[in-house]
């Protein structure tokens, strides 16, 4: 939760009030000790992202989203990897999520410590989360060919996930997961990083929108039968849906070169 003591500051009125409330939940978790303090910059390298795509949902990552929904749907054993950040952003999200698509939670840290993975559990279950896998000697399974601490996993969750959904993931883990034969969803706002480009299905877009546009999703598709759903997986693409995420860049880019970006204040 974000304590009023850090957010009495921000006006109602402030322009950048959403995004000043989005940085206050990651202090506060890494104040409570389960953000990372590399998470911090993780998250304003993804800012400088957002502000690219207008901190919005665009077409290509609201496609990707419900084909990531339809994967998990269809998905035998689907799993939601969670770090620090995300427990901070969207925990109740990612909880529903989980119960619209069937899937388990479990947590995954670059930077671990058996604290933040309590830590962690504990922000999951006060927002609704049953059982959290990943922690302590319940990672026991190994990742092949992964050397970061991140390689130990639950043997009963992403070791042996056919779906792997990886919110604000590094790309060695993604390439790895994709050598074990695994689909893996990844949440990237930076179309070029290796997670885009090794995962399965990117998403390019803000985690604390992805989110809560994939539990709309899940719950409108549910009611999808099998047939429909694997259709929706069997046509996209990947590397094209990275190429328009790409593309929208480059032409707002340019509308904004060509408009001019300058602020205009007028007295009143």
């Known amino acids: 939760m974000v304590r009023d003591s850090h957010t009495s500051w921000i006006p109602p009125n402030h322009p950048r009030k959403e995004s000043l409330l989005i940085r206050e939940r990651l202090v506060d978790g890494f104040e409570e000790g389960y953000v990372a303090a590399q998470g911090l910059i993780a998250h304003g390298r993804g800012e400088c992202f957002d502000y690219l795509i207008g ?6 990552a609201l496609t990707a989203e419900r084909v990531a929904v339809a994967a998990l749907l269809t998905a035998k054993h689907p799993v939601i990897s969670v770090n620090g950040n995300t427990a901070a ?9 989980a119960r619209l698509v069937n899937a388990k939670l479990e947590v995954n840290l670059f930077y671990r410590t058996r604290e933040r993975e309590e830590l ?6 006060e927002s609704g989360a049953e059982e959290v896998l990943g922690v302590g ?9 992964l050397f970061s601490e991140r390689r130990r996993v639950s043997c009963r ?3 042996t996930a056919d779906v792997v959904l990886v919110p604000l993931e590094d790309g060695d883990r993604t390439e790895a997961l994709r050598r074990m034969g695994k689909t893996v969803i990844a949440i990237d706002l930076n179309p070029l990083s290796r997670t885009s480009r090794a995962a399965s299905i990117t998403i390019v877009d803000n985690v604390v929108r992805a989110i809560p546009n994939m539990v709309r999703f899940a719950d409108e598709m549910r009611t999808m039968s099998r047939d429909e759903l694997i259709s929706i997986v069997k046509g996209f693409n990947n590397e094209e849906n990275l190429r328009a995420a790409l593309m929208f860049i480059r032409d707002r880019l340019t509308e904004l070169i060509n408009k001019g970006i300058t602020l205009e204040f007028h007295k009143v």
């Open 120 to 125: 962690i559990v504990r922000v999951l279950k």
């Open 89 to 97: 952003l969207v925990p109740k999200q990612i909880v529903e999520l």
């Open 157 to 159: 969750g992403i070791y």
């Open 55 to 60: 901190e919005s949902s665009i077409s290509s």
């Open 137 to 145: 000697d319940d990672a026991s399974c190994v990742i092949p060919e």
